[in-house]
């Protein structure tokens, strides 16, 4: 008979997944030891096997579970030492997809088209190369107007149709005029866009941005243009303390005319908008031009400005990202330099939501 | 209009300071644009006494003195100027203090080894005068140890921007009447000041012009004698930042700037004959006073004499007939000139000057007698004379105007409750005059408008009027109306797109760029498409025709990063390109453009050598960027004749039908990267977004049902041998629609020339998906469908490979 424990030791000692296979045939294969003490079961007497039976049986069993035991553990080692001779270096770089980016205008005009349709303004365009009627005479300028000269326009030799003087648009207003004689009071609108003044310097480029804002409806005075800016401004810069300060202006196409200066503080050689101007530590400055819509421009639009009047604001875009965004100088805006688009632009996924926030914070 | 505080308070009586002065000037709509306080220049500087002196051990020109200064013992100062005596008073800037003139910080130091703790002052360094010959020497009484800005009585001078509709306050006394009226002080009246003549004009004055020019007023000063004005006038002359020339010149100056009336002083004896108004000849030309010719035309007015034009009218007195040191008798002209005439000549001419822009603003058109009196009064007062009886030829149209007004209107507009008598006091304070009466029960006011407020025509304006005064700071925000519950979409359908396409390339790994709208005119023409906009007056060669394609815009700033040492560039802008349209109108389209320029890949540990961008880059872009917009992308076709700009045998263009480009796609034309100076191989794409077509019927948003077939899909594997000039997109199309019940999908993975393809041929390997639908594919329908594959593609002459 054969000792169990001498097999189990016998076989948790082969070290080779053949050497275990030539032990399973020599205890368990057809000519197997312990396959033939199996066999001499049926020569026993009933008594005999009552006593032979389950110790050829635990033999058996315990040999079957120990080379199950014993490859799995061989196969595990085998496994092991592949995958060791698999190493790679994982510091090594991996390969890696471009970064887009979206410019600060784009997204910034993103924003504020989600400030203003919560505000109800739906949104309104109109071309930038513009007749001198629709920029100027339709906006109560007329042509001696001196606020003319005041808008260094770029012109073109060309006039339309109707012979008026063609020109690149100086503001986004004409397009006030525009959406009024199509679609009529009451209205509420931005418009936004590229706009062109013939002037360069440090802060100024002969291209920038604007956003316009119409309302005309029955009814609406100043405070509510005070109100529609405050909201606009806290939304905007995502700060309670915003404070206003109206100053009395004149713009040719509203009456009474504002302009709008914000409260800022400087921290850091940087302007951080809030809190008021008059505040220890803190400035003023102009951040946009308003009024109540000239009655001589209702009429050009077509509307009757004895039943509907309203207000109108338009916001340099530029300007506000550098604000919000902490950019210094405004050509960089216009260069394409992948350096300045890489550190200032935003990821296709900030998209600018009410529920989210419409800033991206650093 | 700058002024200094000293002269507005001539014509205001008032104890506020220059604070409140500042403050309360840009609450009512005069924006102060900066305050300059001499006395905060004149800190550290001192009203001191020069005790004794001595001669410097070292060096002969110096002086060692003892100086008290109010307080403390002595000091000892070093001083260089002759004047410098015992006893006398002068002004001493103690360390610390900054001198005006230079910025210099004095200190504590040693001149040629003697301590000197300050320095005795000149007034040229002090910014006080131009003397320089020595320091200076104040009265016996001046009270040693005051300050020297206290006692000198430093003046601040105040800078504020005018608006062009307010011609009154570009004379000081428009100013004061508007602070007067906001409270801060009471308004002195101008002196109703009538000057007889002694003698009649002896100057014939005619108006040939009575629409340029309504009204001229002149009368002559016989005997003046001109010189330099005294130092109060140029004191005032210089702190509204005017330079003094002579009394003659100084004095119409002084009657602009206080009452915003321009006036002239020819020189008598230089004019010819009778002085007239009258339009130029076309081409006339004349010598401006600023030594500058200008030619004339027939629209413009002047005043001219026997011998030729004088004067541009209202713009620019002539060089000819300027007043100089030896002028003894003068010819005062005050007229009054349309001011679109004024407006459209001065734009003409390109010459801006102070008359002009107070004419072409509007002058008080019943302040002719009053400025001219005033303007005599002075030049007498400063050189002498005898004047003329006054020649008034025609008359300024000085019909009042009345605006019919609601008091009610403040609230209704301007949001503030204002009340009616604090309104009539507003106005009345302003130069109007109000006549109170009822309408329907209601206050309606006719308000008459003083000359010097042109801008004021209805009743709007006096609202500002009365909201300005009574402070905006008063009107209360007031919510818009909402409307009711959330609030709605509002972006139209190509904002909606440009956003959607804007942010797909960026999340493809595009940085955008926002590009000048206009180009060098070279770089437009390269890209255009019939006539190009171009500007008559860009500001510069480089900005001069707007661009017809996004392209140009983004090569040179490809260029620009590539001169900075970018090795990988891949841009996009999406923007307008601007086309002629109907009607002399502009055509301007939404479009993306795109530039993949250097390394598509550096070189890597894994990939090897860096990959350059090839065409099939720019078009991966463009479906991706044309499905992200939701065009019908799998219906496009890919045709030729992207344009010459392109690489002709490396570029496309995808069209819905044979007319509709939405975009063109390739490798840029060696002879355009030579032009725009981009090296290597450049891919570039132009999405013409305006041109994908719109979303049709209203939003639904139900997609059409669809479940997983539950059935597995099988693949087939087809080589063909085709014409080697057959594009291989058409293969595709043909097979796609071979069985359109069962070909899902049709995926080219191979195109082979070579060993086993004949010459001239290559061969295609295409993978079709297909979809059982009701029960699995047997053999036969296997079969069926091969067939049908094999007889579409036998169409376009691909024989299936054995």
Sequence with gaps: MLDIDQVIAQIDGAETLEALEALRIQYLGKQGSISGLLKTLGGMSPEQRQVEGPKIQTLREGATAAIAARKDALETAVLDARLASETIDLSLPAPTAPRGSVHPISQVMDELAEIFADLGFAVATGPEIEDDWHNFTALNMPESHPARAMHDTFYFPDRNDDGREMLLRTHTSPVQIRTMLKQGAPLRIVAPGRVYRSDSDATHTPMFHQIEGLVIDKGIHLGHLKWTLEAFLKAFFERDDIVLRLRPSYFPFTEPSVEVDVGYANAGGRRVVGGSGDAPGHAWMEVLGSGMVNRHVIEAGGIDPEEWQGFAFGIGVDRLAMLKYGMDDLRAFFDGDVRWASHYGFSALDVPTLSGGVGTPV | ?802
Aim: charged share 25%.
């Design chain 2, 1 to 802: 209009m700058k002024f200094s505080l000293s002269w507005l308070k001539q014509y205001l009586e008032t104890d506020a300071g220059i604070d409140a002065i500042a403050a309360k000037l840009n609450a009512i709509g005069l924006e102060v644009e900066g305050v300059e306080d001499p006395a905060e220049k004149l800190a550290g500087f001192r009203v001191a006494r020069v005790l004794t002196t001595a001669r410097h051990p070292d060096a002969d020109k110096l002086q060692v003195l003892s100086v008290d200064t109010g307080e403390g013992g002595p000091l000892q100062v070093v001083c260089g100027a002759p004047n410098a005596r015992a006893g006398m008073i002068g002004v001493l800037g103690l360390p610390g203090a900054t001198v005006p003139a230079n910025g210099m910080v004095l200190r504590k130091s040693a001149i040629r080894g003697v301590e000197s703790n300050g320095m005795m002052c000149s007034t040229r360094e002090l910014e006080l005068g131009e003397d320089h010959d020595g320091i200076i020497e104040l009265p016996d009484d001046a009270p040693v140890g005051t300050d020297f800005a206290q006692y000198h009585g430093a003046d601040p001078v105040i800078d504020v921007a005018i608006t062009p509709n307010r011609p009154d306050c570009m004379g000081l006394y428009g100013i004061a009447r508007d602070v007067a009226a906001a409270g801060l002080g009471t308004l002195k009246p101008i002196e109703a000041l009538e000057i007889e003549g002694t003698f009649p004009c002896p100057v014939e004055i005619r108006i040939e012009d009575a629409e340029g020019c309504p009204a001229f007023y002149g009368r002559v000063i016989r005997g003046v004698k001109n010189g330099p004005s005294p130092q109060w006038l140029q004191d005032r002359l210089k702190s509204a930042g005017q330079r003094p020339i002579s009394a003659l010149v100084d004095a119409t100056n002084y009657v602009m700037l206080a009452y915003g009336r321009p006036a002239h002083a020819y020189d008598l004896a230089k004019l010819n004959g009778a002085i007239v108004a009258r339009r130029a000849g076309e081409g006339e030309s004349v010598v401006a006073l600023n030594e500058k010719t200008y030619t004339l035309d027939a629209e413009m007015t002047v005043i001219a004499d026997q011998s030729g034009v004088h004067d541009i009218a209202g713009i620019m007195g002539g060089a000819r007939s300027g007043c100089g040191d030896d002028t003894t008798d003068i010819l005062l002209e005050i007229a009054y000139f349309d001011p679109e005439r004024i407006a459209r000549t001065g734009r003409k001419l390109n010459l801006t000057s102070d008359a002009r822009g107070r004419f072409e603003r509007g002058i008080d058109p019943n302040f002719l007698d009053t400025g001219l009196a005033h303007l005599t009064k002075l030049i007498q007062t400063l050189c002498g004379g005898e004047a003329s009886e006054v020649a008034r030829v025609g008359a300024a149209p000085a019909t009042p105007k009345i605006v019919h007004f609601a008091p009610s209107l403040v609230e209704k507009l301007g949001g503030v409750t204002v009340s009616p008598a604090e309104q009539q006091r507003i106005l009345e304070s302003l130069g109007f005059s109000v006549v109170a009466s009822e309408e329907h029960g209601a206050p309606s006011w006719a308000v008459t408008v003083p000359g010097w407020r042109p801008d004021v025509d209805g009743a709007p304006d006096l609202v500002e009027e009365v909201v300005r005064i009574h402070g905006l700071d008063k009107v209360e925000s007031v919510p818009l109306p909402r409307a009711e519950g959330v609030a709605r979409p509002t972006a139209t359908p190509a904002q909606t797109l440009e956003r959607r396409v804007r942010r797909a390339a960026a999340a493809r790994g595009l940085l955008e760029a926002v590009t000048w709208s206009f180009l060098p005119e070279a770089a437009a023409q390269a890209f255009a498409e019939g006539d190009l906009w171009v500007l008559a007056n860009p500001i510069s060669e480089d900005m001069k025709a707007m661009r017809p394609s996004l392209l140009p815009g983004l090569l040179m700033a490809a260029r620009r990063n590539l001169d900075r040492g970018a090795s990988s560039l891949r841009l996009f802008e999406v923007g307008r390109r601007y086309l002629r349209g109907a009607g002399g109108a502009s055509d301007e389209r939404l479009t993306l453009g795109l530039v993949l320029a250097g390394e598509k890949t550096p070189r890597g540990w894994a990939t090897g050598k860096a990959a350059a961008f090839d065409a099939y880059d720019a078009k991966a872009e463009v479906v991706a960027l044309l499905a992200e917009a939701g065009a019908p992308v799998d219906k496009l076709q890919v045709m030729g004749e992207a344009g010459p700009q392109f690489h002709p045998g490396q570029s496309a263009t995808l069209r819905l039908g044979p007319k509709t480009v939405l975009a063109r796609f390739g490798m840029l034309h060696p002879r355009l990267a030579k032009q725009f100076d981009v090296e290597g191989a450049v891919a570039v794409a132009e999405i013409h977004l305006d041109a994908i077509p719109a979303r049709k019927g209203a939003a639904s948003f139900a997609r059409v049902s669809y479940a997983p077939p539950p059935l597995q899909a099988v693949t087939r594997d087809f080589a063909f041998l085709v014409p080697a000039a057959l594009p291989a997109g058409d293969l595709v199309r043909v097979v796609q629609g071979a069985d359109k019940a069962n070909i899902v999908a049709t995926r080219l993975f191979d195109d082979f020339r070579g060993q086993g393809v004949p010459e001239g041929q290559k061969s295609l390997a295409l993978e079709v998906t297909l979809q059982p639908l009701e029960k699995s594919y047997k053999d036969e329908d296997l079969k069926a469908i091969s067939e049908k594959v094999t007889a579409a593609a036998a169409k376009l002459g691909a024989v299936l490979r054995g």
